[in-house]
Nanobody, 116 residues
Framework: QVQLAESGGGLVQTGGSLRLSCAAS????????MGWYRQAPEKQRDLVAS???????NYADSVKGRFTISTDNTKNTVFLQMNSLKPDDTAIYYC??????????WGKGTLVTVSS
């Protein structure tokens, strides 16, 4: 089992920045991909950004050039640096962890609110 603890959400004005963190604990070994998803009210949960062990990243078109995903040296914590935030970025952000054995784990989510 893997436990995910997210932090860093909050209220920010348009154009501001936030940094989300997600610390993975438990059976954290050989992750396949870690990522951030978000879900706005009455919308589906969509991928924001993901990162593989080799550092290969993937971003939703809507956040390219504004958001950056990274991990720490242990590869057990994933960060999402969010700059130039817009009201459309308002959502609950969820951390996701997938390992090589098909394990698929989610955090409880952290709310990001961008005021206009």
């Amino acid at each position: 089992q893997v436990q995910l603890a997210e932090s860093g959400g909050g209220l920010v004005q348009t154009g501001g920045s936030l940094r989300l963190s997600c610390a993975a604990s438990g059976s954290v070994r050989n992750f396949k991909v870690m990522g951030w998803y978000r879900q706005a009210p009455e919308k589906q949960r969509d991928l924001v950004a993901s990162i593989a062990p080799g550092g290969v990243t993937n971003y939703a078109d809507s956040v390219k050039g504004r958001f950056t995903i990274s991990t720490d040296n242990t590869k057990n914590t994933v960060f999402l640096q969010m700059n130039s935030l817009k009201p459309d970025d308002t959502a609950i952000y969820y951390c996701n962890y997938r390992n090589l054995w098909g394990g698929d784990y989610w955090g409880k989510g952290t709310l990001v609110t961008v005021s206009s």
